[in-house]
């Protein structure tokens, strides 16, 4: 399974050069965050301007084949240990991260720079 990051989520919903690449890539199922989630929906409703628009496209996720992993406390516990090893990563990131780790993803697919060279090969759509 790849971990899908939150920007590959966000931009499937509005308008943008990388809509249908990230479209077909949330079609074809992947592992998330529950923080992804929040992530996305920050971003759709900053680009849409439209809370309705980013309700909506968040809400028709939960639906599709996305394995939606929740983060609680022992994945918070388990960031902060590896948050020394891993300075370059935002915690944010650093949390999904862990996760990816967790599930045992092959890949991460995001266009977020910050998760190139790590153990888990990042890739773009």
Excluded: W
């Excluded at 370059?88 to 993803?105: M, Q, R």
């Amino acid at each position: 399974m790849n971990f899908i990051d939150a920007n590959i989520l966000a931009y499937a919903f509005y308008d943008n050069e990388n809509r249908e690449k990230c479209i077909k890539i949330v079609k074809g199922g992947g592992i998330v965050d529950s923080l992804c989630l929040i992530e996305a929906f920050n971003i759709i409703e900053l680009q849409t301007k439209n809370r309705k628009i980013a309700v909506e496209s968040i809400m028709s996720l939960m639906k599709i084949n996305l394995e939606i992993v929740d983060i609680n406390v022992n994945v918070v516990f388990e960031t902060l240990k590896k948050s020394e090893r891993y300075s370059k990563l935002k915690f944010l990131d650093l949390i999904h991260y862990v996760i990816a780790l967790n599930c045992e993803c092959r890949e991460i697919i995001s266009y977020d720079k910050d998760f190139n060279n790590l153990e888990i090969k990042k890739i773009e759509p």
